[in-house]
């Protein structure tokens, strides 16, 4: 079974920092891995998604990825975050066996101006 | 606007009562799933259906049903109400397992009351 893991409930940043978001997936396999954005108010938009090559991924919005396979890990990155990115971020694994994808918990991410 | 199209975007019902929620898919996509998310159990998948059939299920309550109809728009029918069930009810589409991603609609906000 495949299962996503968010260990960031809340993280809150200045403007300007820098992010990294964890993200660990559990799957025997081959996955397609995902992070989605949820503004306030709104609907869950895709940000990047990987399925295999480069395990760098760049996204909307200066957000990229990297996954490292060894650690089942794909965690989100930005180097300077905005007031507008305060959001909910959820990372997604999908299976090549399952039929659907699996989100995580979410961490939701607050930015002081 | 995703392209996918849910109905009605809020309702406030009493408990004990029926109601309806509908989803059009993107255009092309085959794959309908059903999201609750609420504040303590975050996104939960409830079930999927592909071109009219069901095909996965997930923490979906007895008291709620789906379907897909021929021209691919889906319904999500909850009935003996309990205030628990107050959520944010999403639903996304795909063309066929995910493999890209899902698309999601703007949710519909039931208030159980």
């Known amino acids: 079974a495949q299962s996503v893991s968010q260990h960031n409930h809340h993280v809150i940043l200045s403007e300007a920092a820098s992010l990294e978001l964890g993200c660990n997936y559990s799957y025997g396999g081959t996955v397609n891995l995902f992070w989605y954005v949820q503004y306030p108010g709104q609907h869950l938009q895709l940000l990047l998604k990987y399925f295999s090559g480069d395990p760098l991924v760049k996204g909307i919005k200066g957000f990229e990825a990297e996954f490292i396979k060894s650690k089942f890990s794909f965690n989100l990155r930005k180097p300077s975050v905005q007031w507008s990115d305060t959001a909910e971020y959820f990372c997604?694994?999908?299976?090549?066996?399952?039929?659907?994808?699996?989100f995580g918990s979410g961490t939701r991410l607050s930015i002081r101006p | 606007d995703s392209g996918v199209t849910q109905t009605p975007k809020h309702l406030i019902t009493a408990t004990g009562q029926r109601v309806t929620l509908r989803c059009s898919p993107r255009?092309?996509?085959?794959?309908v799933y059903w999201y609750q998310q609420s504040l303590d159990q975050g996104l939960q998948f409830l079930i999927q259906y592909y071109n009219g059939e069901e095909r996965a299920k997930g923490n979906i309550l007895e008291r709620f049903s789906a379907q897909q109809f021929p021209d691919l728009h889906s319904e999500l029918n909850l009935s003996s109400l309990e205030l628990g069930d107050s959520a944010l009810y999403f639903c996304?589409?795909?063309?066929?397992?995910?493999?890209?991603?899902?698309?999601f609609g703007s949710g519909t906000r039931l208030t159980v009351v």
């Open positions: 997604a694994v999908k299976g090549s066996s399952a039929s659907k994808i699996i």
């Open positions: 255009s092309g996509d085959l794959s």
């Open positions: 996304a589409s795909s063309v066929g397992a995910g493999e890209d991603g899902y698309t």
